[in-house]
């Protein structure tokens, strides 16, 4: 019984089945570990998870910076180019001013030989001025060849109106006329191709290069000295050089023989309605209203500045416009646009006038003017 007691006694002072037995008092009692007890749970792996998310950033941060430095890249290159274009405009603009004041002097009523000479000279120099300024570009590396077609564009035009200068030069004591305006075309000539270099082999070919090069936004200057005037032909100096002689010779502003302006025809624009100056003419005013007047060379020689005058009769102020015809050759017709009028008075009658200014020389006027009745209307 005692040693029942005893056992009962040790069962009672045993720790509760919740606290984990220490190891040596398990291997005395000899009870193996208990089975009911939960699985441990093995530790999330962390530090693996950290590392893989350290190397996705790392990668994301390196896809970011190349598509950054590319862009930056695409945006210095876009730059370079459209830095350099801005130089070339510079010199196409200045270029193209040249040429107007080519035409300018040549057409300047009353101009003598002797005096085209120093002003063509002049503008020679302007442009051998930009030959300079354009050897001191550094064009992009892709437009080496274009840019050096740019520098032969404007040495054509130093040759060109140098050697325009040297003819007129001598154009005074010339005795054969039609050979002086054969070697003023050929002069010429240097210019007409210095547009058609400046316009396929630098401009055309550098928008082609610019596409290749995926550079949008980038525009590459046209530079047309001539502007469409036909001086490479020895017909158009003939008539020049018949007036600059008559000049020099003739102790005035005018060559020997007729001279004359005509009044040819006015038109209502948009319509196309020709106006007469026995019928009255209903015209809708639109808000593009306009006059297409046409003047003819009635007379033997060229005619420069030529003015034509666009009247409204209104009250209290008439409506008045002004053009000028630079440069018209016998028999020739040229026409002028009047629009942005301004408002018209509505159904009123009144005219509109056209005037013609006389020539020097110019001897009958009665076809240099006429007046058009003519009544406003909304439509």
Known sequence: MARDDDDIEFDFFAEPETREAQPSERGFRGSAPRQDKAPRRPAPATPLLRLLGLVGFAILIVVLLVLWVSSCGGTSKATTYRNYMAKASVLGVGSQKVGKQLMAALNTAGIKAAELDPKLRNLAQQEQQRVVSAQAIAPPKALADQHARLLEALRLRVSGLQGLAGVFRTAATAKDSAETARKLAVQAQRLVAADVVWADLFKSAADVQLQLEGIAGVTVPSSDL??????GSSSTWVPILQRISGAATGGGATAAGLHGMGLYAVKVLPAGTLLSSTTETTIVAKTDLGFEVTVEDTGENQEVQVGVTLTILQSPRSI?????IDQINPGEQKTVI??????????KKTSV??????VPGEKSTTNNSAEYPVIFSLG
């Open 338 to 347: 009047f629009d942005n009028l301004g408002p018209v008075q509505f159904a």
């Open 320 to 324: 008045v416009k002004k053009a000028v």
């Open 353 to 358: 006038k056209v005037d013609v200014t006389p």
């Open 226 to 231: 001539l502007a469409g005037n036909e001086l």
